[in-house]
């Protein structure tokens, strides 16, 4: 850990846990440095400091945080999400929050769309037509649902005739499904080919679940006792 928390003011810990607390999205190293060293009014002082000093670095605040809550014993734990963090409860309350859980999880993913969620996580930036050809059934409306839901969006368009939108997924997706990044994706890369490739013939069904099965284990489902964390 950097820092001690006793060289740090535990009144500064305690803004650092309310913001992680209260925040629906993840928190960036910028949003904690822009919480806890506010601007300061220059515009009757041209020469007063744009900011308050930094006494000590975000990722230092975020370590010692982490020993405040160990210390009290808060079954509360730190998770990196892609370049933020967010507050998850920790593994051994999990099964009793089952329960809540499923009166919560109101945009549960079905069989169907967490497959083609699967193939854009792991063949991003993925068109349409592929994830169409290798399942074998249109993917449309569960492409429309996964960007309503914001685990998926539009990265571009293919160099191709029509100019075909190219998926990818989000940082939401990330957040959803407890990783770092992509490179957390069990056996990251093994589905993955190039876009510009003409499509060659229809992929087995078998590979699509496959791919659903992969990212189902990289975040269980909330019905799962497997599944240790839980957003606060």
Do not use: C
């Amino acid at each position: 850990m950097n820092g001690p928390e006793t060289a740090i003011d535990p009144e500064e810990l305690r803004l650092l846990f309310a913001l992680l607390f209260a925040s629906p999205e993840p928190v960036t190293l910028d949003r904690v440095r822009e919480v806890l060293f506010p601007q300061v009014a220059v515009e009757d002082d041209p020469e007063a400091p744009a900011a308050a000093a930094e006494r000590h670095s975000p990722r230092q605040y975020l370590d010692a945080l982490e020993d405040w809550m160990s210390q009290r014993g808060l079954p509360l734990t730190l998770r990196q999400v892609g370049k933020a963090y967010r507050l998850l409860t920790t593994e051994d309350v999990a099964e009793a929050l089952i329960s809540v859980r499923k009166k919560v999880h109101q945009d549960r993913l079905g069989p169907a769309a967490l497959e083609v969620l699967s193939l854009v996580a792991y063949r991003q930036p993925v068109l349409k037509a592929d994830i169409d050809a290798i399942r074998g059934v249109k993917s449309g409306p569960h492409l429309r649902h996964l960007l309503d839901l914001r685990l998926a969006r539009i990265l571009g368009r293919a160099d191709l005739p029509g100019r075909p939108f190219l998926y990818g997924t989000t940082r939401e997706f990330l957040d959803r499904f407890g990783l770092r990044g992509l490179d957390e994706l069990p056996e990251a890369g093994r589905l993955a080919v190039p876009v510009e490739a003409p499509p060659a013939e229809p992929a087995e069904p078998a590979e699509s679940v496959a791919a659903a099965e992969a990212i189902a284990v990289a975040a269980p489902t909330p019905d799962s006792p497997a599944s240790g964390h839980q957003s606060v």
